[in-house]
């Protein structure tokens, strides 16, 4: 599996140090609030376990499945929702929890749902941003780190559903998807 990856992009030390500082910094922004922190399944997994021991306070978590890639390493710009949240969010602070936002397809669309949803605010803490992929206008609030346009696989990010379980980010090699 290792042999299959090009370059480290996210080191665990660099994971480790953004899931503090972000941890940190929600715990400041949302200290009045009780949020429900919502998570995208699968890529969010490794950084939802990993972000919520550094948020010191009273949230609940919720998840979700959405596709927007069914394979592959482009998004198909058309998003499912797979499996839905077990809770209302009417009412709610909601902080969306993502590995990645590419073409902000999945989070656009996802925002717009939870707002039409009634939630009274709607946030986002992504572990990377490829702002150069964007098809639409989109700025996550809180990010852990910008990355070129690159596939990257690793700490729950997927191709095809393998190296999700690397425990840091890296680019894929192009031989492994051009084959
Ligand atoms: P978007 O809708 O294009 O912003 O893509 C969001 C989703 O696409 C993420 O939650 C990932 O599941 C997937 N994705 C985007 N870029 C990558 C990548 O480089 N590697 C693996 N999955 C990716």
């Known amino acids: 599996m290792r042999n299959d990856i090009a370059k480290i992009l996210v080191s665990e030390t660099e994971i480790a140090e953004i899931c ?3 941890g940190k910094q929600l715990t ?9 922190l ?4 699968k890529g969010c997994m490794p950084f939802m376990s990993d972000l919520t021991r550094h ?3 009273m949230f609940e978590v919720a998840y979700m499945s959405v596709s927007s890639y069914h394979g592959g ?4 710009g058309d ?16 902080l969306i929890v993502e590995d990645i936002v590419d073409t902000a397809n999945t989070i656009v669309t996802i925002i717009e749902l939870f707002k039409h949803r009634g939630a009274k605010s709607v946030k986002m803490v992504t572990l990377l941003d490829k702002p150069e992929g964007r098809q639409r206008p989109y700025q996550p609030e809180y990010v852990g780190k910008v990355i070129p346009k690159e596939f990257v696989v690793g700490y729950g ?3 095809n559903e393998f ?3 690397l425990p840091y980010v890296g680019v894929l090699k192009p031989e492994v998807y051009n084959k």
């Not at 400041?28 to 429900?36: L, R, S, V």
């Not at 919502?38 to 399944?41: A, P, Q, T, Y």
């Open 28 to 36: 400041i922004d949302y200290q009045d609030k009780e949020p429900i």
């Open 79 to 94: 998003v499912k929702i797979k499996m839905d949240l077990d809770i209302s969010i009417k009412g709610r602070d909601v």
């Open 73 to 76: 390493i482009a998004s198909s």
């Open 20 to 22: 503090d500082r972000l």
């Open 157 to 159: 990010l997927d191709y």
């Open 163 to 165: 190296y999700r379980n």
């Open 55 to 57: 948020i010191d306070l």
């Open 38 to 41: 919502v998570g995208l399944l």
